[in-house]
């Protein structure tokens, strides 16, 4: 039977989100890759808005409102299957030194009320803002008299009483007993390899164990969204250990959480101790270093000095989802049946169950709290500004020293008739075609493609994955209403990863607009000295991305027999290269790019090695449908001017095609003869 609902990542998210729609009624399926590697098991549980002084006013009032679902959410769960969370609403102590008292004094949300030694906490006190929770400022003596055994150093600290904890790893365990227990179906070891669209629908998704569809997706899949969507969600590691209270002490001597700088002491009720955790910008690079262990060890000593002599019984590392904004990615997306719970960073223990019930109300009741539009994917997608738009033709293009105009490129009225390049049935006015890598600055870049007149971009799927230098704003950067955006599968050097960058790639441009673009360029390069591609390994990632729907333009050696093969398994195009890539040598393969042209029954668009636009304009008089180039203008000295001189070239290049040169004679014959073919 298929599922309502197919929820991608079996992280606390995941499940949580699948226990709140199964119990209203949904059937409902998780895959998950593997439950021991989700950031739900490498956390420490802190349920810490306060703690945690979130500046983002709706991110505090998700976290607040999730913090107070809380130990309903617990009990109920707890209740159903007999197994304990760990939920403690313990409080947190945050505590701070001399060095950093000003902001200390200041970090809390509104002022609090101050507390001295002389006037004990009282636990009626006020809330200073009716939302938001109470929060004490302790001074020097306050502070430790309230916490006995913290560090000299510590100069006072906030009280945050309705802070609270839960066990992260007993929660995991209880959400996937308690899913199992309603009926959830739960899938571990099932790798989704990618989201099969049409028309705007999701309708499967492809993983290691065949497609497996349903009517609505979810896609929970923490740092690793980005593997399946083109989402700004990237990992950063944490470092973390626990100790354990040595036997000679007869209970944990510390009751809340200490939350200091950069660092903080989780006491768990088993006589463990969670020291967290360091925030790495290192991809998914595994293990535990001496030097993060060693800052932890040092900033937790130098708060709660005792621990120094506490046996250590676990190290381990994680890996939180993070977005540029460092908020969460909740509620609708590109397609009407596919909704996003991903990007929750330092808070998604916390957030669990307010996501839970937000996004069951969305997918099984369509009702959107007004909440979730501060969280929806698309506050990543700017429109561009005007002064980026491609609507100049005739522009300013600077050198760096002074400003060139140039003359408007209308040209005049042709006197012969020349189609329009049409691939897959999309007309393009422009047969150049233009990249976006290599440009010295993203203005460079904004105003060689508007002078280069060009319709098509292609784009590096991988270079916008980590955010090479210049493809951070390129979603910004060009107005991508009246560019096609061509993603290439740049940097693949076998079939798979190419197949796999594709399906990125037809994301990304469904996340800019595009909702019908399923070009892509298909790169098999597996040697970087030459960068030439595998004939073998785009045959065959070929095959399957026309079977999948792409639209495949192969960049290819100017080979005759694979440019037919490619042809007859459906390519729309195919792209031999003139010589290797950014090498500018110009026309290498003149012979058989002319055999190429003369059997293709597609446009053969020439890729790759042009260096001038004499070569461009040559290229074209062979008869090439288009030219894609790159490097001749990025790396030119002025790459606006010589983008404006390759569009010029192209269309002459054409033109003199379609015009028809001259033979070629073996002797000389006078230009002005005295017998000729005009008659008067
Ligand atoms: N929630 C704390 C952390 O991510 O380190």
Redesign the pocket.
């Known amino acids: 039977m298929t599922s309502d609902i197919l929820i991608i990542g079996g992280g606390v998210i995941g499940l949580a989100i699948a226990i709140e729609l199964k119990l209203r009624g949904a059937h409902v399926t998780v895959l998950c890759r593997d439950f021991q590697a989700a950031a739900t098991h490498a956390?420490?549980g802190?349920l810490a808005p306060d703690a945690e002084n979130i500046p983002d006013e709706a991110m505090y009032s998700l976290c607040w409102r999730s913090r107070s679902l809380y130990p309903d959410w617990t009990r109920k769960l707890e209740d159903s299957i007999g197994l304990n969370t760990g939920y403690r609403p313990c409080g947190i102590l945050a505590p701070i030194y001399e060095e950093s008292r000003g902001a200390g004094e200041q970090r809390s949300r509104g002022a609090g009320e101050a507390i001295s030694s002389s006037s004990p906490l009282s636990p009626s006190f006020p809330s200073p803002h009716a939302r938001e929770s109470p929060a004490y400022w302790l001074d020097r003596a306050a502070i430790h008299q309230y916490q006995s055994g913290l560090g000299d150093e510590v100069v006072g600290g906030w009280w945050y009483p309705e802070d609270a904890q839960v066990d992260n790893r007993a929660l995991a365990h209880v959400l996937w007993t308690a899913a199992e227990s309603v009926g959830v179906e739960l899938k571990d070891g099932i790798t989704v390899e990618a989201f099969l669209q049409q028309q705007g629908q999701v309708t499967g998704v492809q993983t290691n164990a065949g497609v497996i569809r349903a009517a609505h997706y979810v896609l929970a899949t923490g740092a690793w969204s980005n593997e399946l969507l083109p989402l700004p969600v990237r990992p950063r590691k944490?470092q973390m250990l626990s100790l354990r209270v040595p036997e000679f002490l007869p209970e944990l001597p510390l009751k809340r959480i200490l939350f200091g700088q950069d660092i903080y002491i989780v006491p768990r009720s088993e006589r463990s101790l969670i020291i967290?955790?360091t925030s790495e910008d290192v991809g998914f690079t595994p293990h535990n270093t001496p030097a993060g262990i060693q800052s932890l060890l040092q900033r937790a000593i130098r708060l709660y000095p005792q621990l120094q002599d506490y046996p250590i019984q676990e190290f381990w590392w994680g890996f939180?989802p993070t977005t540029p904004d460092e908020l969460p990615i909740l509620g609708a997306s590109h397609c009407p049946n596919l909704t996003f719970a991903t990007g929750h960073y330092?808070?998604g223990i916390l957030l669990a169950p307010i996501t839970a019930v937000l996004l069951a109300d969305l997918i099984w009741e369509q009702k959107s709290d007004p909440l979730l539009s501060n969280f929806h994917y698309s506050r990543f997608h700017t429109q561009p500004s005007t002064s980026t738009s491609m609507l100049t033709h005739s522009a300013n293009f600077s050198n760096g020293h002074r400003h060139h105009p140039i003359v408007s490129s209308e040209n005049p009225p042709l006197l012969t008739q020349d189609s329009t390049l049409v691939i897959a049935g999309k007309t393009f006015q422009s047969r150049l075609m233009t990249g976006t890598g290599k440009y010295r600055s993203i203005e460079e870049m904004q105003q060689s493609i508007t002078a280069s007149g060009c319709q098509i971009v292609t784009v590096a799927v991988r270079r916008v994955q980590t955010k090479a230098p210049g493809h951070e704003g390129l979603a910004e950067a060009l107005d991508w209403t009246k560019i096609w955006m061509l993603p290439n599968t740049a940097g693949c050097q076998t079939a798979d990863e190419a197949i796999r960058v594709a399906r990125l790639g037809r994301e990304m441009a469904k996340l800019l607009g595009q909702e019908d673009n399923n070009f892509v360029k298909l790169e098999v390069i597996p040697d970087p000295k030459y960068l030439l591609p595998d004939p073998i390994g785009t045959l065959e990632a070929a095959k399957q991305l026309v079977k999948e729907g792409f639209v495949v333009l192969p960049y290819i050696n100017a080979d005759p027999m694979l440019a037919k093969h490619l042809e007859d398994v459906g390519c729309a195009t195919v792209m031999p290269l003139a010589s290797p890539i950014g090498s500018g040598q110009g026309l290498k393969t003149t012979a058989n790019i002319q055999i190429i042209i003369e059997n293709a029954g597609v446009p053969v668009v020439v890729d790759a090695g042009i260096g001038s636009p004499s070569e461009a304009a040559q290229a074209m008089e062979l008869g090439a449908d288009a030219l894609l180039i790159n490097s001749a203008i990025a790396l030119s000295q002025n790459p606006a001017v010589m983008a404006h001189a390759m569009n010029l070239a192209t269309v002459a290049g054409r033109l003199a095609y379609l015009a028809g040169r001259m033979p070629i004679k073996d002797y000389a014959s006078a230009s002005s003869p005295l017998t000729g073919t005009i008659t008067s």
Request: hydrophobic share 45%; aromatic share 0%.
């Open positions: 956390a420490a802190m944490g967290g955790a939180r330092r808070n």
